[in-house]
């Protein structure tokens, strides 16, 4: 109650800063504080976990190198490719399986069970259909956001009222015609929740085949900082990342809510 009680207070402190705001900061600054205690203290091995200070300097280098903006435009295209290709795919298969209850039944079982499964045991495969360049790394990212999308968009269409499918065939609409003006304008929140989890995926697929078989993407740059001990890039790294997977997040959920609004 105390603690609840202060949170109010600083928030009523500063104007437009709302108690839920005040205790994300205060929870931010708390975990700060914590790593840099123990950084401070030196119960782990040197620069396991490093000073915020060092960490920082190492994000302002990271920055200021042209070769990282390289290497990230690396990964955000094969992270682009694979959300494209795989994101397709899964939305065409979730429609198909969830307009058909027959195809539901048959096999969307499968996908449940392949969609938990870590994918980067299907790696040695893709490095031989497709190499150890870009295109095994894109491949991973899009057998990993395949699943989520396929299963938001079959959950989806179930969930679409009934009428409006009766209205649509009671007009003769091909299924070109049914999905694109039925399904797909009703299934725009659950295709956006698919892509938000699936370019999640995407990102961590790809990231674990750069860091397993690469010399070029920013998994490269974490495992190359990792096997030479450079913690402070490392975790730069990491931040940067942590950063623009949260950007990208929120860019997709605000397109999502314009589109809402625009509709109404």
């Known amino acids: 109650m105390a603690d609840a009680t202060r949170l109010k207070q600083a928030s009523a402190a500063v104007p437009g800063l709302g108690p839920v705001t005040a205790l994300r900061i205060v929870i931010i600054l708390s975990l700060l504080a914590l790593w840099e205690g123990v950084s401070a203290s030196g ?59 027959f195809l539901g039944r048959a096999f969307e079982p499968y996908l449940y069970y392949l969609g ?54 009671s007009f003769r609409a091909g299924p070109w015609q049914m999905a694109t003006k039925i399904y797909l304008p009703a299934l725009r929140h659950p295709i956006i929740n698919g892509v938000r989890l699936g370019l999640g995926v995407a990102l961590i697929g790809t990231l674990l085949a750069e860091t397993k078989l690469s010399n070029r993407g920013i998994g490269y740059l974490i495992i190359q900082a990792y096997s030479v001990f450079d913690m402070p890039r490392m975790y730069a790294t990491l931040i940067i990342l942590f950063v623009l997977a949260i950007g990208a997040n929120t860019l997709i959920s605000r397109v999502g809510k314009l589109d809402s609004i625009k509709r109404t």
């Open 116 to 169: 938990p499964t870590p994918k980067i045991i299907f790696f040695p495969i893709m490095i031989m259909w497709f190499g150890v360049g870009p295109a095994s790394k894109v491949a991973m990212g899009a057998v990993s956001c395949f699943f989520p999308i396929a299963l938001s968009a079959a959950a989806g269409v179930r969930q679409i009222d009934k009428v409006l499918i009766r209205v649509g065939r």
């Open 43 to 101: 119960w782990l091995y040197q620069d396991v976990v490093p000073s915020l200070l060092k960490v920082g300097q190492a994000l302002v280098k990271a920055l200021s190198s042209p070769d990282f903006y390289y290497q990230l435009g690396v990964t955000s295209g094969e992270i682009g490719v694979a959300l494209a290709v795989g994101g397709l795919s899964g939305l065409v298969i979730g429609l198909a399986l969830g307009a058909n209850r």
